[in-house]
C-alpha cells in the first residue's frame, strides 16, 4: 500500500480522539476522580487517624501492589510448563526492519549485523537517519556501500535501504519510512537494541500463525554498560523488565495488552497505515499507537489484539546515570499521561471489552501511584523526624510483611521467565531477592520520582525528550 505522509496525517486527525474528542463518559470520570480524591483524603488521615491507620496512604499503596502481583501470578501461572508458540499455518508474511536512528553512529553497525545474521533475516532493513549530526552518514556510507542521500531521499540496496531525513523526532521519521514499505509486517527497532538470531523468525511465526495480531514485542533485558553506576542500574532494571514483561503476558491473557516496547516491536503495515502511522505530538509513540489500534479494532468490530512473544529477544540499551534513567522515566510516565488523558472515554467502557473494563481502570490507578508511593515514603520520613516511634513499629512490620511478598514473588517470576524465555537470561535467584529487599527504598524512590516528574511535564506541556 502506497500512501504520503500527508494521507498519514488526514487519517491520525479523523481517527485519534485527540482530535474527534469524543464525550467522556461517567464511569471514567468516576474511577479518575475516585483515585485522586482518595488519595487527597488518606493524605489527610495521616494528620486525624490514629495507630497504624494514620499511615492508610501507604497500607493502601502497598495492598494495590500486592493486587496486581496476585493478578500477574495468576495469569503467569501456565508458564511454569514451556509453552509452545502456536502452528504457523498460514503464509509467512514479508518482513521489513525500520531502524530509527539519532546521533547513534556507534551502536549502529552492531544492530544491522544482529538483523543481517538472523536465522530468517528479514526482507528489507531500513535505516532512518532523524537527521543526524555525529558520523552516522560516514559510518552507514562505509557499512552499506551506498551513496549518502540527499535530505528527505532514500538509497537502495539489495536488502539495506538508507533514508535521510531533516531531524523531526522518532514519530515523524517513522512515518516518513512508512510510506517506503512494501512488506507486509514492519518491525521497529531501536538503532542500540540487539536482536538474538531466531527474533525475527519468531516474529514471522506469531504473525503467520494469527491473522488477528496487529502488533506484538519482543522481550528486552536492558545493558547500561561497566560504570558502576551502569553496573548498579542495571542489576535494578534487569529485574524490573523481568516483572514488567510477565505482566504483559498477564495483560495479554486479559487481552489486553497495551504496552509495546518500540525498542523490538512488530505491527501489520496495514493496520497502522489505516490508523494513520504514528503520533509525533506524544511521547511514547508506541504505546499511543497500541491505544489507536485497539480503539479502531473494536468500533469497526475487527477483533484486532496485540502479543508479546517469549521466543522474540532481544537487549537494548538502558540509562547508566541516574540523571539519565529520571529523564527517561520523566518522558515514559509523561508520555502515559497523555495517552490516559488522550483516551479516557474507553475507560470503563464495555464496549472496549477486557481493554476497557479491566486495563484502563488499572491504568488510571496507575497515574496516581507514585503519588502514593512517595506520600508513604515522605510520611514514614516525618514519623521518624517527629519520633512516632510507637506508629512506626506496625508500619514497619507491615513493610517487612510487603518484601516477604516480594521476595517470594521474584523469585516465583525468576522461574517462570527462564521458562519462557528458554533459559535465555542472565537474571539468577541470589541477586532477584537481594534486589526485593534493597529496591522499595531505593530504586523504586527513584522510580516514582522520574514519574512524578513527568506528572509536571504533562501539566506544564513540557512534551519534548
Not at 522518532?170 to 536482536?195: G, R
Not at 522481550?219 to 514483561?245: H, K, M
Not at 503476558?249 to 496495514?270: E, P, T, V
Request: proline share 5%.
Amino acid at each position: 500500500m502506497s500512501i504520503s505522509t500527508t494521507e498519514l496525517q488526514r487519517r491520525l486527525r479523523s481517527i485519534s480522539p485527540r482530535w474527534t474528542r469524543p464525550a467522556v463518559p461517567l464511569p471514567s470520570v468516576l474511577i479518575h476522580g475516585f483515585v485522586f480524591i482518595a488519595w487527597i483524603i488518606l493524605l489527610g488521615n495521616a494528620f486525624l487517624g490514629r495507630g497504624i491507620f494514620a499511615w492508610s496512604v501507604g497500607i493502601v499503596y502497598i495492598l494495590y501492589d500486592t493486587a496486581l502481583l496476585l493478578f500477574t501470578f495468576v495469569q503467569t501461572w501456565p508458564l511454569r510448563h514451556a509453552i509452545a508458540p502456536p502452528p504457523a499455518t498460514g503464509k509467512r508474511p514479508t518482513v521489513t526492519v525500520i531502524i530509527t536512528a539519532y546521533n547513534e553512529a556507534a551502536a549502529l553497525t552492531a544492530t544491522i549485523d544482529a538483523l543481517v545474521r538472523q536465522s530468517e533475516p528479514p526482507e528489507r532493513i531500513l535505516i532512518a537517519d532523524d537527521g543526524s549530526t555525529d558520523a552516522t552518514s560516514a559510518v552507514l556510507e562505509a557499512y552499506c556501500k551506498l551513496p549518502v542521500p540527499a535530505l528527505g531521499e532514500m538509497a537502495e540496496g539489495a536488502q539495506l535501504r538508507w533514508l535521510r531525513m531533516p531531524h523531526a523526532g522518532k514519530a515523524s521519521t517513522l512515518n516518513a519510512a512508512l510510506t517506503h514499505v512494501d512488506t507486509e509486517l514492519f518491525i521497529t527497532v531501536d538503532a542500540d537494541t540487539i536482536l538474538r538470531p531466531d527474533a525475527i523468525s519468531a516474529m514471522r511465526d506469531a504473525f503467520a500463525a494469527d491473522e488477528r495480531l496487529v502488533s506484538a514485542t519482543g522481550v528486552l533485558a536492558p545493558v547500561c554498560g561497566n560504570t558502576t553506576s551502569g553496573r548498579v542500574l542495571e542489576w535494578f532494571q534487569s529485574y524490573e523488565y523481568v516483572r514488567n514483561f510477565l505482566s504483559r503476558y498477564a495483560w495479554m491473557r486479559m487481552n489486553g495488552l497495551l504496552l509495546i516496547s518500540g525498542a523490538f516491536a512488530g505491527f501489520r503495515l496495514d493496520a497502522v497505515l489505516t490508523v494513520g502511522g504514528f503520533d509525533a505530538n506524544c511521547l511514547v509513540e508506541d504505546y499511543e499507537m497500541i491505544h489507536r489500534l485497539r480503539r479502531y479494532g473494536y468500533d469497526q468490530r475487527l477483533d484486532w489484539h496485540t502479543s508479546v512473544l517469549g521466543g522474540a529477544l532481544g537487549n537494548t540499551a538502558a540509562p547508566a546515570t541516574l540523571t539519565r534513567f529520571l529523564k527517561q522515566r520523566r518522558r515514559w510516565f509523561g508520555g502515559f499521561l497523555q495517552t490516559q488523558n488522550w483516551y479516557r472515554d474507553m475507560v470503563g467502557a464495555g464496549r472496549y471489552g477486557d481493554v476497557g473494563l479491566w486495563m484502563l481502570p488499572v491504568k488510571a490507578a496507575d497515574t496516581m501511584q507514585p503519588i502514593y508511593g512517595l506520600s508513604a515514603f515522605v510520611l514514614l520520613l516525618w514519623y521518624l523526624v517527629t519520633g512516632r516511634l510507637a506508629l512506626l513499629i506496625p508500619v514497619g512490620g507491615l513493610i517487612i510483611g510487603k518484601i516477604v511478598i516480594d521476595l517470594g514473588f521474584h523469585a516465583w517470576s525468576i522461574f517462570l521467565y527462564r521458562k519462557w524465555v528458554g533459559g535465555q537470561t542472565k537474571v539468577n535467584f541470589g541477586l532477584a531477592i537481594l534486589a526485593a529487599i534493597v529496591e522499595p527504598f531505593s530504586f523504586q524512590l527513584f522510580r516514582h520520582v522520574g514519574a512524578s516528574w513527568g506528572w509536571f511535564a504533562f501539566l506544564t506541556k513540557r512534551h519534548g525528550w
